[in-house]
C-alpha cells in the first residue's frame, strides 16, 4: 500500500482522496460528539446515574474514530469507479481502523479495572504493549510484509501432545481468549452496576446476583474462545 502511495502521490486524485478523509475526519467526529452530547443530556433529563455518563463519555473516544473509518470506508467503495486509484484512503482506512481497535481496548479495561477512577501501572503498561503490537501489525500490513510473516506463523509447527499446532493457531487462541474474556469482564461489570442500583433488593441479594452473573459470563467466554 505505501508502494502505491509513493508511486501516486503527484496524481492529481489524490487530492480528492485527501478531501474526502477531511470530510470522513471532520463527520465522523462531529456525529460522534453529537451522539455522546445527546445521551448525556438525556440521562441527566431522566435522572440516571452518573456512572453511566461517564461511562457513555469515556466511550465516545472510541465512537470517533470507529465513526471516521467506517466513513472512509464507505468513500472508498464510492470514490474507487471515479478514481483510477484510491491508495490513499487505502492507507487510512487501517490506520484509524487499529485506533478505533486501541481505544476500544482502552476503554474496556479501564471500565473492568479501573472503575473508580484508579488507573494502575499496570493497565498502563499493558495499554503501551497493545497499542504497540497493533501499530506493529498496521506498519506490516502496509508495508506488504504481513503475508510473510503470516506464512512464517502457519508454517513453524509445534508438538503439542499427540498432536502438532501451528504457531498461528496457538496465536489465535490466545487472542481469541483475551478478547472474550474482556467482553465478559465488561459485561459483568455493566450488569453489576446496573443490579446495584436497584433499590427493591438487599444489598447481600445484588451482590450473590453479580458475583454469579460474572461468573456465567466467564464460563461462557472460556467455553465460546
Known sequence: LLNDLLNDIRDPHLLWQAAAIAVCVGLGWFIARSVRD????????????GVVRAGVASFGHVLAPLFIAALIFVAKLGLAPF?????LLRVALPVFGSLAVIRLAFYLLRRVFARHGQIGAAIVTFEKVFALLVWLVVALYL???????????????LPLG?????????LQAAVSVVIFLMLAL???TALEERLMRIDGLHTSLRVAMARMSRAVLILVAVLVS
Open 186 to 188: 465488561w459485561a459483568g
Open 162 to 170: 499427540r498432536h502438532q499446532v501451528t504457531l498461528a493457531t496457538i
Open 83 to 87: 478514481l483510477h486509484n484510491v491508495s
Open 38 to 49: 445527546s445521551y448525556g443530556k438525556d440521562s441527566e433529563e431522566k435522572g440516571r446515574n
Open 143 to 157: 508495508t506488504g510484509l504481513w503475508p510473510d510473516v503470516r506464512a512464517f506463523l502457519d508454517g513453524t509447527v
